[in-house]
């Protein structure tokens, strides 16, 4: 039982402190800086063991959250992250990058500031790895049975630990020369430090799962022939197709996706060569540059983190929207999650955020470079159409511009083709309730059925997915957790 009386006397709530801005930004070293234990105490005392604790609904993966921010106030580590491992395959991810909807959803956030969620559940583990709690779990026994799973971010890492625990023999292909998918080489190391991604890596590995990196299936694998010496194929492959923009000059040197520019910059951070694979006209850093970075979701913080450890001579990032309010509004309910002015580690560490504002074109150099970007100041209505403020035309300087508007869907692959895959008007590989393909025997997991969205939807896909490519297999009722269906969405309004 929780402390009943714990959010009236702890009212205000405590953040992981985050190292100071020159220093950080001299590194590539995680931002924030370890919570002592009286600290995580008081905060996760906070929590009201809810009648009906919304943050379940907040969370896809059905987290245990009351139970082991009691275990936690109490000081009980080994039986939280027992608690914490029953519903999350990897809490050290969601707990370094996941923006926590569970958080905004929590009962207390009505009138108080929310409990600090995530900062519980990254203290977890992190203690549990400390003590050397997180062993492998191999199975008993084995099945036969075997398993591709194509692509290795946090879906399909979910999908085959759970097979693999089930006694399926399961293989993990990745393009990339390291496992993680997005996790990799698009998360700066500055989010998540790459050493967590290995050290999971081992324990899967010790339970039986067999990894393949630089394998590109489609290309000098062929899809369908990899299929056919499996009894299952599991397709984790992303939504990695970006979104274009389609203005004068957008084939400028100098102009890059930000998933052409990040992967570099992971690179860098960890001493590495860029591969030969990038053109030489793509290899770029912000070093003394104007940079502009249009987008201002998180990957378009994750670049701005990123291009100011790398020494700029200015950065400026640009949002077509207005604003957002700072606060949840009357027409974003608790417990939904809301749209509000958000200051991340990579804002509190420079750059300029400029709002309402359209890029019209990008100038050219007179080289085939860029040197600038030309704008205006926009107006959106409730339609979300956009009119343009006369006279607010003006041109910002930029020798590097970094678009991060999203993604649309899988990217276009001679995979797809191979293995005969449907894929839907949104751009997502099209699946049916139970995680299957137009292809029978290849199921389709995160955010390539899903589109781009949060690591913790992808971790409870790959663990939903991974129960039905068990009964698959088996042809009997999986005894595996399905948190939820391919068809689940968050709460909105």
């Known amino acids: 039982m929780a402390d009943p009386r714990g959010f009236l006397t702890t009212p205000v709530r405590e953040n992981a402190p985050r190292r100071p801005v020159p220093v950080r930004i001299k590194d590539w070293r995680e931002v924030y800086e370890p919570v002592d234990q009286a600290v995580l105490s008081r905060q996760a005392g906070r929590c009201m063991d809810c009648g009906i604790p919304f943050c379940h609904n907040g969370c896809p993966l059905g987290n245990l959250i009351p139970e082991w921010n009691d275990l936690t106030r109490r000081g009980d580590f080994r039986e939280a992250i027992e608690q914490l491992h029953a519903t999350n395959n990897f809490p050290e991810f969601t707990g370094k990058l996941c923006p926590a909807p569970c958080e905004a959803a929590c009962v207390l956030g ?69 496992l993680g998918g997005l996790m990799r080489y698009g998360v700066p190391e500055y989010k998540m430090e790459k050493r967590h991604i290995d050290r999971r890596v081992k324990q899967m590995e010790a339970e039986g799962t067999r990894f393949r990196t630089g ?31 389609d203005v004068p000059g957008r084939d400028l040197r100098g102009v890059l996706q930000a998933m052409e520019f990040l992967p570099q910059g992971n690179k860098l951070a960890l001493g590495q ?159 049916d309730a139970g995680w299957q393909s137009s292809r029978p025997g290849t199921f389709v997991v995160g955010d390539a059925g899903r589109g781009a969205s949060l690591i913790v939807w992808a971790i409870a896909e790959g663990r939903a997915c991974a129960a039905a490519v068990d009964e698959f297999l088996t042809g009997r009722p999986s005894t595996l957790p399905a948190p939820v269906t391919p068809s689940a969405r968050p709460l909105v309004v």
């Open 110 to 178: 009505i009138n108080q500031d929310p409990v600090t969620i995530k900062l519980v559940e990254e203290s977890i583990i992190e203690r549990a790895w400390d003590e050397g709690w997180v062993q492998p779990l191999p199975p008993e026994r084995l099945t036969g049975k075997t398993v591709a799973v194509i692509g290795s971010g946090p879906a399909g890492l979910a999908a085959a630990q759970q097979l693999t625990r089930a006694g399926h023999t399961v293989a993990v292909y990745e393009r990339d020369d390291a």
């Open 215 to 245: 394998v590109d299936v489609g290309g000098a694998v062929d899809a369908a022939r990899l299929a056919d010496r499996y009894d299952a194929v599991v397709m984790a492959v992303g939504a990695l197709q970006p979104r274009e923009l």
């Open 273 to 431: 060569p860029v591969p030969d694979s990038v053109p030489a006209e793509k290899r770029l850093t912000a070093e003394g540059k104007d940079v502009i970075i249009i987008g201002a979701g998180d990957t378009g913080a994750d670049c701005l983190g990123t291009v100011l450890r790398q020494n700029p001579k200015s950065v400026t990032q640009l949002a077509i929207g207005p604003t957002p309010p700072p606060d949840r509004t009357g027409n974003q309910p608790w417990p939904t999650y809301p749209l509000v002015f958000r200051t991340s580690s990579a804002h509190e560490e420079g750059g300029e955020r400029v709002y309402t504002a359209s890029t019209t074109e990008l100038v050219d150099d007179g080289e085939g470079g860029v040197a600038g970007l030309r704008m205006v100041e926009v107006v959106r209505h409730p339609d979300r159409t956009y009119t343009v403020v006369e006279g607010s035309e003006r041109e910002l300087p930029a020798q590097l511009v970094l678009l991060a508007l999203g993604f649309s869907g899988v990217e276009k692959m001679p995979m797809v083709e191979q293995l005969g895959l449907e894929v839907g008007r949104d751009g997502a590989l099209v699946r």
